[in-house]
DNA sequence: TCTGGATATGTAAGTGCTTACAAATCATTA
DNA sequence: TAATGATTTGTAAGCACTTACATATCCAGA
């Protein structure tokens, strides 16, 4: 069942179905008709690859991510695919760590399949010094970054203004009487140095030196947070901090754990479920998510109907207090269970 | 570039060059060598799209999710693609809920972009009843379904016994002096069918009747789930059920906050990253996610390989103590924090 | 009724690959 | 050295569509 067989149970030539399909305007109304009749009953699906070969082009899109087991990028994922779906759009998705070589490899991968852009979620800090691969793909197809900073052309970039936010915490747990904030992180993306940016220059304003901010890369896994935070303690069990900023919620929970029942406020970044699941329930940072991810398939739309769109893009960022955090308590404990 | 100058710079005809392309045999060594210096010196990449109206296949699987934003399909959604990706698939992500509806145009979509396979992940209780776009899609490539069940030719169903390990844990709860035990769920999956059956028997095994068993629907969403089960509390503020076995670790965790220093032992299941969060951690049963996805694609690469597969395996579950539940203490309690 | 321009349709040449079949080359043996 | 069969290569016909260009049809106005 090809366009042939179409064309001749209508009546008219091939050429005339594939207006039909692709929806030209120099066609009657009463030949649309017929034509779209007779696909319908003869249950007729057009060849994409075939299309594709005309067109060069089968409306998909490529999501290069990180890692979607981790809660806050599916959910990015999952905004971008619909949005996408919606518009059309097929996401041909591609998880590839965090490992520059897998991901040049995946980049290629996804420019051999012809996709029609690449969405980028998750990019690691890396691409800041070598975005060869990026810059590669850029000059095939447009390539939109969410969450990261990478001028080119052809690139355009959806960011949150996570520094400061970070940074407008970090000053209200230090006003409301902090020292010796512990801030966790476990890997380095764009959007991880501009919150630990956040950080040092938080305490900078406040007058914490260097040698007194207490800087923990710690692996993503909560067990060992809670066990690297508990070993931190001195002798007499006492840790040497007076408040948590973490990356990633699942870092402050691993922390949260550790400080059952202390008086020590704890703060985390994404606003994932997780955040609602311990307890405490976790004070964190909102990074906009939702319309990271709805914009860049809008800017995406654009971009495809030839409309000059902005590189960059970036929202605020808030905080979203729960238990773990109250800006303005001083020393906002964590609640001692009853 | 294309393949007429590949064939016309190593001077060879095209088809040579094809052969080259598809690892054809009947290439000599020499020839071969030459056409595949000459690609890469031309930085040449084959057009998908002609290739895909060749061989009829662009090597892409469609996975369709219910929602990849929940961590759990998260987590097998990115399972899938790993494996796939390295088979030299890659995969077309389709989220599109649980409505069947939107479940039927998705298929449509993916078999329309003329995908190899369909793998179901998250397939929901109706498809129990009518499957016909499953029967349709089967028509056409193999549909893998993971944790569902339906028997049709070219179907293929990885399971796990989820009605076991429910019916295992709830007897152990029965046996370590429960009485009524409160079952939460939300979603009617094939999967939600079984559990809810491994619990009903369960009861029914230990002699307790269908009026005593407490089942309650909730939407999957923490606090809605930890209100309802502290409404549930009589005028004395007693909870009218001493133990708690929920469809899913969020419900479980909705439970165990309303629960709150409470003796009464939870469990979930999915054993999901949700588990160790939560304070109490949550005992949860594990069911073999990483299996269950790494199988499916195994069975596809040998559906592909045209070996005979089973086209029903099965897993067992089990159970993953942590705090909240340990099976053999009796009145297992959930931990009061210090 | 005729004419001109607008609108609708058809023809044919791409698009870049695969593959059956034919032809050429090669190695082997009598 | 010629004949044989195996191996390698080339030719040409698909695969199912798009689209520039040519042609036919339509309708309004003269």
Do not use: W
């Given at each position: 069942m090809n366009i042939y067989d179409i064309a001749k149970r209508a009546g008219v030539s091939i050429a005339t179905v594939s207006r039909v399909l692709n929806h030209s305007p120099n066609v009657s109304q009463k030949t649309r008709e017929r034509v779209e009749a007779v696909m319908k009953e003869s249950n007729y699906t057009p060849n994409v690859f075939a299309r594709g070969l005309g067109l060069?082009?089968?409306?998909?899109?490529?999501?290069?991510?990180?890692?979607?087991?981790?809660?806050?990028?599916?959910?990015?994922?999952?905004?971008?695919?619909?949005?996408?779906?919606?518009?059309g759009?097929?996401?041909?998705?591609?998880?590839?760590?965090?490992?520059?070589?897998?991901?040049?490899?995946?980049?290629?991968?996804?420019?051999?399949?012809?996709?029609?852009?690449?969405?980028?979620?998750?990019?690691?800090?890396?691409?800041?010094?070598?975005?060869?691969?990026?810059?590669?793909?850029?000059?095939?197809?447009?390539?939109?970054?969410?969450?990261?900073?990478?001028?080119?052309?052809?690139?355009?970039?959806?960011?949150?203004?996570?520094?400061?936010?970070?940074?407008?915490?970090?000053?209200?747990?230090?006003?409301?009487?902090?020292?010796?904030?512990?801030?966790?992180?476990?890997?380095?993306?764009?959007?991880?140095?501009?919150?630990?940016?956040?950080?040092?220059?938080?305490?900078?304003?406040?007058?914490?030196?260097?040698?007194?901010?207490?800087?923990?890369?710690?692996?993503?896994?909560?067990?060992?947070?809670?066990?690297?935070?508990?070993?931190?303690?001195?002798?007499?069990?006492?840790?040497?901090?007076?408040?948590?900023?973490?990356?990633?919620?699942?870092?402050?929970?691993?922390?949260?754990?550790?400080?059952?029942?202390?008086?020590?406020?704890?703060?985390?970044?994404?606003?994932?479920?997780?955040?609602?699941?311990?307890?405490?329930?976790?004070?964190?940072?909102?990074?906009?998510?939702?319309?990271?991810?709805?914009?860049?398939?809008?800017?995406?739309?654009?971009?495809?109907?030839?409309?000059?769109?902005?590189?960059?893009?970036?929202?605020?960022?808030?905080?979203?207090?729960?238990?773990?955090?109250?800006?303005?308590?001083?020393?906002?404990?964590?609640?001692?269970?009853?």
């Amino acid at each position: 069942m090809n366009i042939y067989d179409i064309a001749k149970r209508a009546g008219v030539s091939i050429a005339t179905v594939s207006r039909v399909l692709n929806h030209s305007p120099n066609v009657s109304q009463k030949t649309r008709e017929r034509v779209e009749a007779v696909m319908k009953e003869s249950n007729y699906t057009p060849n994409v690859f075939a299309r594709g070969l005309g067109l060069n082009s089968m409306k998909m899109i490529g999501v290069l991510c990180t890692d979607v087991s981790d809660i806050f990028y599916a959910q990015a994922v999952s905004i971008i695919e619909n949005n996408l779906r919606r518009e059309g759009y097929h996401a041909i998705l591609c998880c590839t760590g965090s490992e520059m070589k897998s991901k040049k490899k995946s980049i290629e991968l996804l420019l051999s399949k012809r996709v029609d852009a690449i969405i980028l979620v998750g990019s690691a800090f890396q691409e800041q010094f070598d975005h060869s691969h990026i810059e590669a793909a850029a000059k095939k197809v447009p390539v939109i970054i969410i969450n990261g900073l990478i001028e080119l052309p052809n690139t355009y970039c959806i960011l949150c203004d996570e520094y400061k936010a970070v940074f407008q915490t970090v000053s209200s747990m230090l006003s409301g009487g902090c020292r010796k904030i512990l801030y966790l992180y476990d890997t380095q993306t764009y959007s991880g140095m501009k919150k630990l940016m956040g950080y040092q220059d938080a305490c900078g304003a406040f007058g914490i030196p260097y040698e007194q901010q207490i800087i923990q890369k710690v692996p993503k896994n909560l067990e060992s947070v809670t066990q690297i935070v508990l070993e931190s303690r001195d002798e007499e069990g006492r840790f040497p901090f007076d408040g948590v900023m973490a990356s990633e919620d699942l870092l402050a929970i691993g922390a949260l754990k550790a400080l059952k029942g202390k008086k020590i406020p704890v703060v985390g970044i994404n606003n994932s479920v997780l955040a609602e699941c311990s307890t405490p329930t976790l004070s964190s940072i909102d990074n906009m998510l939702l319309s990271l991810c709805t914009t860049s398939v809008q800017i995406l739309s654009q971009i495809f109907e030839d409309y000059t769109v902005p590189q960059k893009i970036s929202y605020n960022a808030k905080l979203i207090e729960r238990e773990s955090f109250h800006p303005g308590e001083v020393n906002s404990p964590v609640l001692t269970p009853d």
